[in-house]
């Protein structure tokens, strides 16, 4: 199975320092790829993976969100794939890209009644799926998606982030 080469950029105050955020998304995106692979069957290059992953705050993320998907706020996490991905289909060398907000991370986890580290767990998670063709648009699909995020969730030690939710 490959290893994934997460490159990190904290473009943005108020985050934990760079070697904190690298042991997570390493733990987590580490998860999240075995569970891809020894679970869901998803192929993976022979050689390391490569993603980025962007600290950023509300108006870095607002700003990529106009600009690519017309969407004038901010949101917690945008995904950018280097390269068009099927669920289940091999990937690239180079996965793309994921953005995280921290701000909305924040306000989120307060009215999700969750810690900050278990709501970006679960941002990333979902940000990773998307770099492998997952989506969320049609109801289909996205309940494909969260089931998936779900599980990976769970073998790290994390509840449900759906339950009690219709799928989005």
């Known amino acids: 199975m490959s290893q994934l080469d997460i490159q990190i950029a904290v473009e943005a105050d108020g985050w934990a320092d760079e070697m904190a955020l690298e042991a997570l998304a390493s733990r987590v995106l580490g998860a999240a790829e075995t569970h891809l692979a020894k679970v869901e069957g998803q192929p993976f290059p022979k050689q ?4 980025s992953l962007v600290f950023a705050d509300d108006e870095m993320i607002r700003e990529i969100n106009a600009e690519w998907r017309a969407k004038d706020k901010p949101t917690n ?3 950018f794939p280097a390269f068009p991905v099927t669920p289940g289909k091999m990937p690239g060398p180079m996965l793309g890209d994921i953005i995280i907000a921290r701000e909305t991370v924040e306000r989120e986890a307060v009215d999700l009644e969750k810690s900050f580290d278990d709501h970006l ?5 979902h940000g990773f799926l998307h770099l492998f063709g997952y989506d969320h648009i049609e109801t289909d699909d996205a ?4 089931a998936l995020e779900t599980r990976i969730l769970a073998e790290l030690g994390l509840s449900d982030p759906y339950a009690g939710q219709d799928p989005i």
């Open 48 to 51: 390391p993976t490569e993603l």
């Open 77 to 79: 996490v945008l995904s």
């Open 121 to 125: 767990t679960h941002l990333m998670v």
């Open 143 to 146: 309940e494909k998606m969260e």
